[in-house]
């Protein structure tokens, strides 16, 4: 694969299950070192924690994206990693959101990047992009029932 093809955007979104329930500040643990490291290397996206399952979008250079994912899998806080989209993208369509956390419980509105989980995602998930179809899916708890699912097929 050529260089050029390397930086191009891409986007991967998968979703897992966490391996325990995370409290709020390991929430923002997690959120501060992602945004830190995803943002020396141009990739956002954003992140939903629900009932302890994760979402991810990461969007940006591919070869960065590719890397990220990788080191994803092998994190100690997931578990049962599935990858649900990865696709080539004319621009990145979560750039505003700069690695957004989509918070489910209230709880953490006054973190940096929060976003109202009914709200906001609901607007983000209006559209026909693979993407945003694949929000409404996580929403609706199809994703969710996935990575539960097989996690208790294979426990």
């Given at each position: 694969m050529g260089?050029?093809?390397?930086l191009?955007p891409?986007?991967?979104?998968?979703?897992?299950?966490?391996?325990?329930?995370?409290s709020g500040e390991?929430?923002?643990s997690?959120?501060?070192?992602?945004?830190?490291?995803?943002a020396?290397?141009k990739v956002g996206?954003?992140l939903?924690?629900?009932?302890d399952?994760f979402l991810q979008?990461?969007e940006g250079?591919?070869?960065?994206?590719?890397?990220?994912y990788?080191?994803l899998?092998?994190?100690p806080r997931?578990?049962n990693?599935?990858?649900?989209l990865?696709?080539?993208?004319e621009e990145?369509?979560?750039?505003?959101?700069?690695?957004?956390?989509?918070?489910?419980?209230?709880?953490?509105?006054?973190?940096?990047?929060?976003?109202?989980?009914i709200?906001?995602?609901?607007?983000e998930a209006e559209g026909?992009?693979?993407a945003r179809?694949v929000?409404?899916?996580?929403?609706?708890?199809?994703?969710?029932?996935?990575?539960r699912?097989d996690?208790?097929?294979?426990?």
């Amino acid at each position: 694969m050529g260089n050029e093809k390397l930086l191009q955007p891409f986007q991967i979104i998968y979703a897992s299950l966490a391996t325990n329930d995370l409290s709020g500040e390991e929430i923002r643990s997690l959120l501060d070192i992602a945004r830190r490291n995803n943002a020396s290397v141009k990739v956002g996206g954003m992140l939903v924690y629900h009932e302890d399952c994760f979402l991810q979008v990461l969007e940006g250079p591919r070869i960065a994206v590719e890397a990220i994912y990788k080191h994803l899998q092998t994190d100690p806080r997931h578990q049962n990693v599935k990858l649900l989209l990865k696709q080539e993208i004319e621009e990145n369509e979560f750039n505003e959101w700069s690695m957004a956390y989509i918070d489910t419980d209230g709880q953490n509105g006054g973190l940096k990047g929060y976003v109202d989980y009914i709200e906001k995602l609901d607007g983000e998930a209006e559209g026909d992009t693979a993407a945003r179809k694949v929000l409404r899916r996580f929403k609706a708890g199809s994703w969710r029932d996935i990575v539960r699912d097989d996690l208790a097929e294979t426990g």
